[in-house]
């Protein structure tokens, strides 16, 4: 939430930043898009707000995929070949 | 399109008894497997616990199994849900009702360069992941299956068991959580 917003501008600024992530996802209805973005022109502190929380998501959207140790890899074959011959039985 | 008619045949060859083919689909999905129970457990053993757990799952249900272009899906959700139950078991980090504590990052590496740049550094990598774990379980799990796997929200919303809003109020809540978290490396940038 934008730290420093008059009392006034608060309750709307407080409305639109619960939508940044379905702006963000691209999962909000046009006609609230727009008014967002008006918004946004208008108000500094929301567009700091958006800024950073954009730059949050971009962050994690870039962690790449861990990569499996040799040895757990290993194992996990070893555990499936055990059940595989349990099935088997 | 042909990965997914070649995923498609091995499944099927799987179900035949052929193992190199039920393999060959371990070997395309474990990293992945692996990388969701990671971040979603933060401990290289209990993840591994979840990989075998998961895969021991899939080859005991592949006759259930149908549909093979949701294997990933499929697999997701096993590895999402056995590690939540581990997490729920040991209780190591409180849950889902605990409120969220808004914590000062306690280390913070080399600011200078600017988070984009420094991204491939493991250092700030770590930081990301420090932070996750931060989170709720639950709340752990929407970022890590939306944002860091790039599932679909009502994807997501079924591996959990949650309503779309609700998944929707949680990943927000989430994201704000973490941006706060990272506010020191976002500015000036
Ligand atoms: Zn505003």
């Known amino acids: 939430m934008p730290k420093i917003i008059s009392k006034k501008a608060d309750h709307h600024c407080r409305r639109m930043t619960a939508a940044f992530s379905e702006y963000l996802d691209k999962d909000l209805r046009k006609q609230l898009c727009r008014k967002l973005e008006i918004h946004l022109t208008g108000c500094s502190d929301c567009r700091m707000y958006f800024d950073t929380l954009k730059r949050t998501v971009t962050l994690y959207r870039s962690l790449e995929q ?13 555990t499936i070949k055990l059940a595989r011959s349990k099935g088997k039985k | 399109m042909k990965q997914q008619i070649d995923q498609d045949i091995l499944l099927q060859q799987a179900r035949d008894g052929n193992s190199r083919s039920f393999n060959q689909l371990v070997k395309l999905h474990q990293s992945r497997v692996y ?3 990671l971040r979603l457990l ?4 209990e993840a591994e616990d979840v990989l075998q757990e998961t895969f ?45 504590s808004l914590n000062v990052i306690e280390e913070l590496p080399d600011k200078a360069a600017s988070p984009l740049e420094s991204l491939l550094s493991s250092e700030f990598r770590a ?3 420090q932070q ?4 709720p379980a639950k709340d752990r799990a929407v970022v890590v299956l939306r ?5 679909d929200g ?19 809540r989430s994201r704000e959580f973490l941006r706060k978290n990272l506010s020191g490396y976002l500015k000036d940038s």
């Open chain 2, 56 to 100: 021991i799952a899939l080859y005991q249900n592949l006759h259930h199994f149908r549909g093979g272009s949701k294997l990933a899906t499929y697999l997701f959700r096993l590895a999402t849900n056995f590690s939540l139950m581990k997490l729920r078991r040991s209780k190591r980090r409180g849950s889902d009702s605990s409120p969220l």
């Open chain 2, 147 to 151: 944002d860091i796997e790039g599932l």
């Open chain 2, 42 to 45: 933060g401990s290289q053993s």
């Open chain 2, 132 to 135: 996750l774990q931060k989170l």
């Open chain 2, 35 to 37: 990388s969701v129970a």
């Open chain 2, 127 to 129: 930081v990301l992941d």
């Open chain 2, 154 to 172: 009502w994807q997501v919303a079924k591996i959990l068991g949650l309503t779309l809003p609700a998944m929707k109020s949680k990943l927000h």
């Open chain 1, 66 to 78: 861990e990569t499996l140790p040799k040895d757990t890899e290993k194992r996990l074959f070893a």
